[in-house]
């Protein structure tokens, strides 16, 4: 479904992600493991559009993207969710439903003026909103002001606002930064069950414990090249793997949970 050639991507002399290939198969969850500064995020941000790609090439479902634009990656089928949390300062329930938007077909007109076809768009999303929201245990929380959640609810909230735009592609930046084990190991009975519904996912984590519980393949990096790719187990036994980033004190693998008043 996705394939990376040879994907670069420098900032002046430095090189963030360096004639990188691999590819994520349809169906499947491929994980994207590597210490601090490996690249890991810059990759993720050349796949959605963020970032521009220095050289290689980039294809979805055999089409080029290397030059999309973000929106355009998008109405694809391609969705993401971020390291650092970007919601809206609106409700739980408004921050999903914007994730309908690609599915709007009515024009300026119809929304100024709030014709029924514009009535009928806005009704099924805010529906389709709710069933995600039940989804992902945030119905109770539904009117609440997303920012003000806990940490790990926020992260739901905006892995429900990804899955609103019914992607065929979820990339997932460290989804469970800042829960504890519980939630953790709920948000990879969750990840199993897209995967089991037909989504494919790509997936980078520090948590080694995740990684073993959804991935079928895992890609490890270390100063933007690939290190070694393969089975959980196969990259857990991996020596330059262990040396580069296993190794590490326990807290650089997992950050700490973030605690919100």
């Not at 077909?105 to 076809?117: E, V």
């Not at 933007?224 to 196969?234: K, R």
Request: aromatic share 6%.
């Amino acid at each position: 479904m996705l394939e990376l050639k040879k994907v670069s991507k420098r900032f002046g002399g430095l090189a963030a992600v360096n004639d990188l290939s691999f590819s994520v198969p349809q169906g499947k969850i491929i994980g994207l493991i590597g210490p601090n500064g490996a690249g890991k995020t810059t990759l993720i941000n050349m796949i959605s559009g963020l970032d521009t790609i220095t050289d290689g090439k980039i294809s979805f479902k055999d089409r080029d993207i290397t030059h999309f634009r973000p929106h355009q990656i998008s109405h694809l089928g391609i969705a993401r969710t971020y390291q650092n949390i970007r919601l809206f300062e609106m409700s739980v329930w408004e921050n999903v439903i914007v994730g309908r938007h690609k599915a709007g077909r009515s024009g300026l007109l119809s929304t100024f003026f709030m014709l029924p076809g514009q009535r009928r768009e806005e009704r099924a999303a805010r529906e389709y909103a709710l069933a995600l929201l039940e989804r992902l245990a945030l119905t109770e929380v539904k009117t609440a002001e997303a920012t003000e959640l806990s940490y790990g609810g926020q992260r739901r909230v905006e892995i429900a606002r990804a899955l609103a735009t019914e992607p065929e592609l979820l990339l997932l930046d460290e989804p469970t930064a800042g829960m504890n084990a519980a939630e953790t190991h709920t948000i990879g009975e969750l990840i199993l069950k897209l995967r089991d519904e037909g989504l494919t996912i790509f997936v980078i984590e520090h948590d080694m414990e995740l990684i073993s519980q959804v991935c079928d393949e895992v890609v490890a990096l270390n100063f933007g090249q690939l290190i070694a790719y393969g089975s959980p187990a196969e990259i857990k036994a991996n020596p330059a793997v262990i040396e580069a980033y296993l190794g590490e004190d326990e807290e650089q693998i997992r950050p700490k949970a973030q605690v919100k008043d």
